[in-house]
């Protein structure tokens, strides 16, 4: 996977890939992440299960890398990739925060949706839809 994500990016020099527990345990309860969004942090995707070390996770993984620097491998880990190791490290970090903030306010009760009219701006915001 490390070494697609690098064929198919030019701008990637630094892929990282990590078992972070709060973003596994995300990847298990099947949690809408695009109606959970928050203004600090873009969408995550989250690929369906592949077995983990094999080319079936990369290919999981395939349609996100153009728009997007990170993901969640189902049930396996996270990877991130970015220009640099900081930035890819970053990245990381950032959806480990993300995935335990989401999984503290889903203990209490399941968060209210962003309205569409939000969600469209952090959408274009971020860059991923026109």
């Known amino acids: 996977m490390h070494t697609q994500i690098y064929k198919e990016r030019d701008d990637v020099n630094a892929v990282i ?3 972070a527990p709060y973003c596994v345990a995300l990847s298990m309860l099947d949690i809408d992440i695009e109606n959970t969004l928050y203004a600090t942090v873009s969408p995550i995707p989250i690929t369906e299960f592949a077995m983990p070390s094999s080319e079936e996770s990369y290919l999981k993984m395939k349609s996100f890398i153009k ?5 969640i491998l189902q049930r396996h880990g996270v990877v991130a990739y970015e220009k640099d190791l900081l930035g890819a490290f970053l990245r990381l970090e950032g959806m480990e925060h993300y995935a335990k903030m989401l ?3 889903f203990s209490v009760k399941e968060p209210n949706p962003l309205s569409e009219e939000y969600k469209d701006k952090l959408m274009r915001f971020w860059g991923l839809i026109k």
Not at 67 to 71: E, Q, R
Request: aromatic fraction near 28%.
């Open 67 to 71: 728009d997007y620097n990170w993901g």
């Open 17 to 19: 890939h990590a078992h």
């Open 103 to 105: 999984i503290y306010a």
